[in-house]
C-alpha cells in the first residue's frame, strides 16, 4: 500500500517513428513516395521495445578494445555489445549505408536520408560507420579502379563483421583518419607520411588523433605525399590476409557517442592505395565530408524529433495542479515552440536531401544549391540541437534528468554533429567562402528563398536586410556565425512558408523573422494558432 505508481507517462513503445508528418510530406516532395513502405517497416521496427532496448544496451555496455591477446600477439580488436550488432544489422539490411549509389531511380538518397533520419532515433552511436560508409563511395569515384572493386562491398545489404580479406566478405564498411594531435581541422598541418612502394601502393606512417569506427573494413586516411597532402584507401586486413600496420592505441572517452568506438592509431608502414591525385587529397577527401556532413543534419534533426516526442508524450500523461501538463498555457507555448523548430529543421534537411540526389544525376542548379544549403544547415541545425535537448529533456522535469528516460543520453549525444565534421566556426566559415567564391551557389539560393516571395511580409523582409548584410564585404569572417544563422533562418522560412500549415509558418516567421521571440524556447508571442501546431506533432 506504500507503492501505489500512478500519474507516470507509460512507456513509449509500440508506435511508428516515421509517422512525422514534415518528414513524410517532404518524402512526397523530394521524388522518394516510392519508399514509403519501407520507411514505415522501418518505423515500425524503431518504435518497438525491442529496438529501444538494443539502443539502451549499447551504450550502457561501450566498446573495448582488446590491443593483445593473451599470449602477447598485437590482434588491435574493438569488443561490441550483441546490441551493437543489431542496430548494425538492420540499418545495413535497409540501405542507409552506401546502397543508394547502386540506385538509379530519383529519391535514392532522399529515401536512404529519411530511413537515417528514423532510425537514429533509436541510437545515434552506430550511424557513424553507417554515414562513413555512405559518405566514402563520393571520394573512392576519384579512382574508377577502386571504386569498381569496392562500391559493390559497400553497397551491399549484408553486415559482415569481423577482421578478413575484404574479397571474401559478403559486405564491408568504411571509416575515416584525417585529424592528428597538432591540427585538428587543419589537416595540413598533417605530419603522417605515404612513401610509394614501386608497386602503385604506399607506405603510411605517423598517427591519427581520432580515428572513427576503427572497426571497420576499410579507411580513407590523408598523408603527406611527394606532391602534398594526399587520400588514401587503407584497409585493415591486406589482400593476402595478414593484419596492416594499423595499431589502435587507446579508445576516446566521449562525453556521448559512448556506444560507437572512435579512436587514436598509429601507422607502422601500413599498406594503402592512392585515392585521385598526389597533392590533392584535400578536394577528394572534402566529397567524403560533404556528404557526412548531410548526415550530421540528419542526425540532429532525428534528435530534436526524438525529444520533442518523448516531451510531448510525457505531457499528455502527467497531471500537475489538477490539468495534464500539456493542457496548461506555458507548457503548450513551450512544447509548440519546441515543434516549430524540430519542423524547421526537419525540412531543411530533406530539401538539402533532396538536392544532394539531383545534384548526383547531374543538375547543376541544384548542385549550386547544396553548396549553400547544406553549409548554412550544418551550421545551424547542429547549432541548435544542444538547447532543444535541453529544452525537451526539461519537460519531463526530474525524470528527465534520470538515465532510465534516455534524455540524458540524447543532451549528452546532442552536441556531437555541430563538432563532427567541422565545428561551428568551421562550418560558418564554409559558408562565407561559399557565398564568396561560388556567386552561383548564392545566386541558387536567393532563387530558392524566392520561391516564397509575397507569401508572407516577414520573411520579405528578412531575405531583403540578408541581401544588404551580404552586400558588405567588410569584415565577413567575423561575422560569418551571424551571416550563417541568417542565411538558415530565412532559408527555413521559406520552406515553412511553402510547405509547412499555415499555424506552423506563421509561428516560425512570428518568432525567428520578426524580432517578436524572447531568449530561450516558450516565449512565442501571442495570436498564435497552437492548437494546430500541436495535434500536427501529437498524433502517437
Same mark, same amino acid.
Given at each position: 500500500?506504500?507503492?501505489?505508481?500512478?500519474?507516470?507517462?507509460?512507456?513509449?513503445?509500440?508506435?511508428?517513428? +516515421?509517422?512525422?508528418?514534415?518528414?513524410?510530406?517532404?518524402?512526397?516532395?523530394?521524388?522518394?513516395?516510392?519508399?514509403?513502405?519501407?520507411?514505415?517497416?522501418?518505423?515500425?521496427? %524503431?518504435?518497438?521495445?525491442?529496438?529501444?532496448?538494443?539502443?539502451?544496451?549499447?551504450?550502457?555496455?561501450?566498446?573495448?578494445?582488446?590491443?593483445?591477446?593473451?599470449?602477447?600477439?598485437?590482434?588491435?580488436?574493438?569488443?561490441?555489445?550483441?546490441?551493437?550488432?543489431?542496430?548494425?544489422?538492420?540499418?545495413?539490411?535497409? $540501405?542507409?549505408?552506401?546502397?543508394?549509389?547502386?540506385?538509379?531511380?530519383?529519391?535514392?538518397?532522399?529515401?536512404?536520408?529519411?530511413?537515417?533520419?528514423?532510425?537514429?532515433?533509436?541510437?545515434?552511436?552506430?550511424?557513424?560507420?553507417?554515414?562513413?560508409?555512405?559518405?566514402?563511395?563520393?571520394?573512392?569515384?576519384?579512382?574508377?579502379?577502386?571504386?569498381?572493386?569496392?562500391?559493390?562491398?559497400?553497397?551491399?545489404?549484408?553486415?559482415?563483421?569481423?577482421?578478413?580479406?575484404?574479397?571474401?566478405?559478403?559486405?564491408?564498411?568504411?571509416?575515416?583518419?584525417?585529424?592528428?594531435?597538432?591540427? !585538428?581541422?587543419?589537416?595540413?598541418?598533417?605530419?603522417?607520411? %605515404?612513401?610509394?612502394?614501386?608497386?602503385?601502393?604506399?607506405?603510411?606512417?605517423?598517427?591519427?588523433?581520432?580515428?572513427? %569506427?576503427?572497426?571497420?573494413?576499410?579507411?580513407?586516411?590523408?598523408?603527406?605525399?611527394?606532391?602534398?597532402?594526399?587520400?588514401?584507401?587503407?584497409?585493415?586486413?591486406?589482400?593476402? @590476409?595478414?593484419?596492416?600496420?594499423?595499431?589502435?592505441?587507446?579508445?576516446?572517452?566521449?562525453?556521448?557517442?559512448?556506444?560507437?568506438?572512435?579512436?587514436?592509431?598509429?601507422?607502422?608502414? /601500413?599498406?594503402?592505395?592512392?585515392?585521385?591525385?598526389?597533392?590533392? =587529397?584535400?578536394?577528394?577527401?572534402?566529397?567524403?565530408?560533404?556528404?557526412?556532413?548531410?548526415?550530421?543534419?540528419?542526425?540532429?534533426?532525428? !534528435?530534436?524529433?526524438?525529444?520533442?516526442?518523448?516531451?510531448?508524450?510525457?505531457?499528455?500523461?502527467?497531471? *500537475?495542479?489538477?490539468?495534464?501538463?500539456?493542457?496548461?498555457?506555458?507548457?503548450?507555448?513551450?512544447?509548440?515552440?519546441?515543434?516549430?523548430?524540430?519542423?524547421?529543421?526537419?525540412?531543411?534537411?530533406?530539401?538539402? *536531401?533532396?538536392?544532394?540526389?539531383?545534384?548526383?544525376?547531374?543538375?547543376?542548379?541544384?548542385? /549550386?544549391?547544396?553548396?549553400? /544549403?547544406?553549409?548554412?544547415?550544418?551550421?545551424?541545425?547542429?547549432?541548435?540541437?544542444?538547447?532543444?535537448?535541453?529544452?525537451?529533456?526539461?519537460?519531463?522535469? @526530474?525524470?528527465?534528468?534520470?538515465?532510465?528516460?534516455?534524455?540524458?543520453?540524447?543532451?549528452?549525444?546532442?552536441?556531437?554533429?555541430?563538432?563532427?565534421? =567541422?565545428?561551428?566556426?568551421? *562550418?560558418?566559415?564554409?559558408?562565407?567562402?561559399?557565398?564568396?567564391?561560388?556567386?552561383?551557389?548564392?545566386?541558387?539560393?536567393?532563387?530558392?528563398?524566392?520561391?516564397?516571395? @509575397?507569401?508572407?511580409?516577414?520573411?520579405?523582409?528578412?531575405?531583403?536586410?540578408?541581401?544588404?548584410?551580404? @552586400?558588405?564585404?567588410?569584415?565577413?569572417? +567575423?561575422?560569418?556565425?551571424?551571416?550563417?544563422?541568417?542565411?538558415?533562418?530565412?532559408?527555413? $522560412?521559406?520552406?515553412?512558408?511553402?510547405?509547412?500549415?499555415?499555424?506552423? %509558418?506563421?509561428?516560425?516567421?512570428?518568432?525567428?523573422?520578426?524580432?517578436?521571440?524572447?531568449?530561450?524556447?516558450?516565449?512565442?508571442?501571442?495570436?498564435?494558432?497552437?492548437?494546430?501546431?500541436?495535434?500536427?506533432?501529437?498524433?502517437?
Amino acid at each position: 500500500m506504500t507503492h501505489d505508481v500512478f500519474n507516470q507517462a507509460p512507456p513509449l513503445t509500440g508506435h511508428d517513428v +516515421s509517422d512525422d508528418p514534415a518528414l513524410i510530406e517532404g518524402v512526397r516532395r523530394e521524388d522518394a513516395d516510392w519508399a514509403q513502405g519501407e520507411l514505415h517497416r522501418l518505423g515500425t521496427l %524503431a518504435g518497438s521495445e525491442q529496438a529501444q532496448e538494443w539502443g539502451r544496451l549499447a551504450n550502457e555496455h561501450p566498446p573495448v578494445l582488446r590491443t593483445h591477446d593473451r599470449y602477447g600477439h598485437r590482434i588491435d580488436e574493438v569488443e561490441f555489445h550483441p546490441s551493437w550488432h543489431e542496430l548494425m544489422s538492420v540499418a545495413v539490411s535497409n $540501405g542507409l549505408h552506401a546502397s543508394p549509389w547502386a540506385a538509379a531511380r530519383p529519391g535514392a538518397h532522399v529515401a536512404r536520408a529519411a530511413k537515417f533520419y528514423v532510425w537514429s532515433q533509436v541510437e545515434a552511436g552506430h550511424g557513424c560507420p553507417i554515414s562513413m560508409t555512405y559518405a566514402a563511395v563520393a571520394a573512392l569515384r576519384h579512382s574508377p579502379a577502386l571504386a569498381a572493386e569496392w562500391e559493390p562491398l559497400l553497397a551491399s545489404r549484408s553486415y559482415d563483421p569481423g577482421l578478413r580479406p575484404p574479397t571474401g566478405k559478403r559486405g564491408v564498411l568504411a571509416g575515416m583518419a584525417m585529424t592528428e594531435k597538432q591540427g !585538428g581541422s587543419d589537416v595540413r598541418a598533417n605530419t603522417t607520411t %605515404a612513401t610509394p612502394l614501386g608497386d602503385g601502393t604506399y607506405a603510411l606512417t605517423g598517427h591519427k588523433w581520432f580515428n572513427s %569506427a576503427p572497426m571497420c573494413d576499410m579507411f580513407l586516411v590523408l598523408a603527406q605525399a611527394k606532391a602534398g597532402l594526399s587520400c588514401f584507401l587503407l584497409p585493415r586486413v591486406l589482400p593476402d @590476409g595478414t593484419r596492416n600496420a594499423m595499431r589502435l592505441m587507446r579508445l576516446k572517452d566521449k562525453l556521448g557517442n559512448r556506444s560507437n568506438a572512435s579512436a587514436e592509431v598509429e601507422y607502422d608502414g /601500413a599498406v594503402a592505395w592512392l585515392v585521385g591525385e598526389e597533392g590533392r =587529397g584535400l578536394r577528394t577527401i572534402l566529397e567524403m565530408v560533404n556528404m557526412t556532413r548531410l548526415d550530421c543534419v540528419i542526425g540532429s534533426a532525428a !534528435g530534436m524529433r526524438y525529444g520533442l516526442t518523448r516531451a510531448l508524450h510525457h505531457a499528455r500523461h502527467r497531471e *500537475a495542479f489538477g490539468r495534464a501538463l500539456a493542457e496548461q498555457p506555458l507548457m503548450r507555448n513551450l512544447l509548440a515552440d519546441l515543434a516549430v523548430e524540430s519542423e524547421a529543421a526537419t525540412a531543411l534537411m530533406i530539401r538539402v *536531401a533532396g538536392a544532394t540526389d539531383k545534384a548526383i544525376r547531374g543538375d547543376r542548379a541544384e548542385s /549550386a544549391l547544396r553548396r549553400t /544549403a547544406l553549409a548554412v544547415a550544418k551550421y545551424w541545425v547542429c547549432r541548435r540541437a544542444t538547447g532543444h535537448a535541453a529544452e525537451s529533456l526539461e519537460c519531463l522535469g @526530474g525524470n528527465g534528468y534520470v538515465e532510465e528516460s534516455q534524455m540524458p543520453r540524447l543532451f549528452r549525444e546532442s552536441p556531437l554533429n555541430g563538432i563532427w565534421e =567541422g565545428s561551428g566556426n568551421v *562550418a560558418a566559415l564554409d559558408v562565407v567562402r561559399a557565398i564568396s567564391r561560388e556567386p552561383e551557389a548564392l545566386d541558387a539560393f536567393f532563387a530558392e528563398v524566392t520561391q516564397a516571395a @509575397g507569401a508572407d511580409r516577414r520573411l520579405d523582409d528578412a531575405a531583403d536586410r540578408l541581401r544588404k548584410s551580404l @552586400g558588405d564585404p567588410h569584415d565577413m569572417e +567575423s561575422r560569418a556565425r551571424r551571416l550563417a544563422e541568417d542565411m538558415a533562418l530565412v532559408l527555413q $522560412g521559406s520552406l515553412l512558408v511553402r510547405h509547412a500549415p499555415p499555424a506552423v %509558418a506563421d509561428a516560425f516567421c512570428a518568432s525567428r523573422l520578426s524580432g517578436d521571440w524572447g531568449r530561450a524556447y516558450g516565449t512565442l508571442p501571442p495570436g498564435l494558432d497552437l492548437d494546430s501546431i500541436l495535434s500536427r506533432c501529437m498524433g502517437r
